[in-house]
């Protein structure tokens, strides 16, 4: 049974917000490398990506992630992941992958879109 992948866009305030759906991988890890930079060649450099739906990811997905927040702060941007924190049973799978690598600490993770499109005062990340 194939799974569909699937990337959609909407904004939300001054943020780009990106939904991921499916799984994150080798095949599926470009289209997203390619949305990231399609969405920053707009001029878009707050970027929230909801990886709320993806239920896979390899090294592939991780490093595209990376790759995203070299990009923004290349441009003095900002990124947000969002990644829904269940608890140790049924967690996200990125959060779990991320935090596995130890390279979850790089990322400025929020628990869903509201969160990640607040603008509060001070906020920086990684």
Known sequence: MAVAFEVTGTERGEWAVLQVAGE???????????????????????????????????SSGVGVLIAARRL????????????????????????????????????DVRPDVEAATADEAGSLSA
């Open 72 to 107: 923004i702060r290349s441009c003095q941007g900002r990124l947000r992941l969002i990644l829904p924190d269940r608890g140790a049973e049924d967690g996200s799978h990125v959060n779990r992958v991320l935090g596995a690598l130890g390279v979850r600490r790089l990322f």
């Open 24 to 58: 994150l991988d080798l095949v599926t890890s470009p289209v997203l490398r390619q949305r990231v930079h399609d969405v920053v060649a707009e001029g878009n450099h707050s970027l929230v990506l909801d990886l709320s739906e993806v239920f896979f990811c390899d």
